[in-house]
């Protein structure tokens, strides 16, 4: 049945009997009757493609049956990347025979082959749109060395190219994720969402101690987020291949020439809250302390982790260990200036920290306010009514103390 309205014939009958987007079961109802004579084949091409479908939905983490990210699984990323492209385009290809074999078996039923046949688009596949894209080819090149599922494609004169920089987004959340205990290298699936923290789960890659992990413009912490992803990337390839596995990060997030640190750093400080907050649907589980446009502090925590201590701890711990680094930094910047050495850019770093300092300290104060209240949360509340609980006040004013949620 799932072949049968699935297909073009499907759709034809369907647009026929009502052409709207509603399909009732009293309009299935009138469909022609559905007498089928190979029907363990029809079947089969059926649950193949659930299969594939059902693969692709739960490879992701916000599926409820994710167990692990695929990209880890490899030598180094470069070859987990491979192979993760080689399989899915052996799945899409898969698909798109199938959809147009149950088309064929249909049509051929109903005795139809004079009024459509079994072709459909490539874009009617419909896994992997955030993952990939479809190119149009100039198959006059050699296909030697081809697999047989890009020979398929390249005779319908098509490419399957790969977004590296999607597929490399998803793999630093997973690494978040780690970071945080939600997920372990140890077992599969999500690991701790609320409850009793088990640290008896974690023993190739240990999640952070407090729940607090500080993004900054530079390594003012030991363990910061660069830092720890850093650690991740070499827990899962080793140390041999530590830093090609950081260029081919580096190259996916950005075509800069910087150092692979720094283009790291940088995603982290703007770019990876956002992708974040598009990943889960504006319902972010990491929580993001931020006190402003100058990035004067930055610190992300794991809300099913949250207790009434976590915005002092943040505070006292981190906050006002960055104000330190900052004061220092600034009255070695001035003695700079003041023996001439470097000094026009001194000056603009002094600048720079200066203004970071202030917009530290007026943070300071709505973080000291709310870290006074030991305010609470009930994860059965929900994201949204828990991200506005921890910014607002007994008195009932909003001090915005996490990121924006846009």
Avoid at 99 to 124: A, S, T, V
Wanted: aromatic residues 12%.
């Amino acid at each position: 049945t799932l072949g049968y309205l699935n297909s073009i014939f499907g759709s034809f009958v369907s647009n026929i009997l009502n052409p709207t987007v509603n399909l009732s079961n009293g309009i299935v109802e009138k469909f022609p009757n559905l007498y089928i004579q190979n029907q363990k084949n029809i079947c089969y091409l059926v649950q193949q493609n659930i299969s594939i479908s059902k693969e692709e939905w739960d490879s992701r983490e916000t599926s409820w049956d994710f167990e692990k990210l695929s990209l880890i699984d490899g030598e180094d990323l470069k070859s987990a990347f491979e192979n993760y492209c080689s399989h899915w385009r052996d799945n899409f290809v898969q698909l798109h025979k199938n959809e147009e074999e149950l088309n064929r078996l249909f049509i051929e039923i109903y005795e139809l082959q004079d009024e459509m046949d079994e072709k459909i688009e490539f874009k009617d596949i419909t896994i992997l749109q955030e993952e990939t894209s479809i190119i149009r080819i100039d198959n006059s090149i050699s296909k030697e060395f081809l697999t047989e599922s890009e020979k398929y494609l390249y005779d319908r004169g098509v490419s399957l190219e790969f977004n590296k920089n999607v597929l490399i987004k998803q793999f630093i959340s997973y690494a978040v994720g780690c970071m945080f205990g939600r997920y372990s290298l140890d077992e599969e699936g999500l690991v701790f969402a609320g409850g009793e923290f088990d640290k008896n789960k974690y023993s190739k890659f240990i999640p952070d101690e407090d729940n607090c992990i500080p993004i900054t413009d530079s390594e003012y912490f030991s363990d910061d987020i660069v830092t720890r992803f850093v650690e991740f990337v070499k827990t899962v390839y080793g140390e041999e291949t530590l830093e090609e596995n950081l260029k081919f990060i580096s190259q996916a997030l950005s075509n800069k020439n910087d150092a692979p640190k720094d283009i790291i750093r940088e995603y982290f400080l703007k770019n990876f809250y956002e992708d974040h907050l598009k990943r889960y649907k504006k319902r972010p589980i990491y929580w993001l302390y931020d006190a402003g446009k100058k990035n004067g502090f930055k610190a992300l925590i794991y809300m099913h982790r949250y207790n009434e201590q976590t915005t002092a701890k943040v505070r006292i711990g981190y906050l006002h260990e960055l104000q330190k680094h900052y004061e220092r930094r600034a009255s070695f910047l001035k003695d700079e200036i003041e023996s001439n050495n470097n000094r026009k850019k001194a000056e603009q770093e002094l600048k720079k920290i200066k203004s970071q300092l202030d917009e530290c300290k007026q943070f300071d104060e709505k973080m000291n306010h709310l870290s006074s209240e030991y305010i609470s949360i009930d994860l059965d509340d929900g994201v949204k009514v828990n991200y506005e609980k921890v910014q607002t006040g007994r008195d009932g004013k909003r001090y915005e103390i996490l990121g924006k949620v846009k």
